[in-house]
């Protein structure tokens, strides 16, 4: 299993209750299941509308049980931004 940082942005920070997080897992459905499991409620429906950088790289359309997870890497968990 990786290890690294799941951080949270605005909407995912606040239902989370925290703005990061340390994650243990190899893919980011591994590591998204372990989040909803620490913090039902709010931060499930958040999730839902999300997107997701991996280390910087979006993750796009992709199947999150594809996206494997580095040693030490970041998922970033952003909810849609208003404003422009």
């Known amino acids: 299993m990786a290890k690294g940082t799941v951080r949270y942005w ?4 606040s239902a989370a209750g925290v703005a990061e997080e340390p994650y243990e897992a190899e893919t980011l459905a591994e590591a998204l299941d372990a989040a909803r ?7 499930v429906r958040v ?4 997107s997701f950088l991996i280390d ?6 992709r199947g999150h049980e594809t996206v494997r997870l ?4 970041t998922v970033e968990v952003l909810p ?3 404003g422009g």
């Open 80 to 82: 849609p931004f208003a």
């Open 47 to 50: 999730l839902l509308r999300c």
């Open 56 to 61: 910087g790289d979006p993750v796009g359309t």
């Open 37 to 43: 499991e620490r913090h039902p409620g709010e931060l």
């Open 70 to 73: 580095a040693e030490g890497g």
């Open 10 to 13: 605005a909407a995912a920070k």
